[in-house]
């Protein structure tokens, strides 16, 4: 599993353990699984899903910065759309 966090300025929108997510890139969408490799990318506004326990999430972001480190991802987005 994966210990997602996803931040605005304003709040912690979602924090939990995920088995995957995907992420709109600059340069297009990319999916992160367990194990991924270290990364720090650049996103634009576009879908982020995931997927928990309990089934597959969706936000729309207003562009961000993804960080992606030893099973731990942080989000950190402009704004939560929806």
Known sequence: MIQLTIITPDQKVFEGEV???????????????????ALVSALAKGTVSYTTKEGKKAHVIDGGVVEVNDNNVVLLAEKVIG
């Open 19 to 37: 088995e995957e997510a995907t992420f709109p890139g600059a340069n297009g969408s990319f999916q992160v699984l367990k194990n991924h490799a």
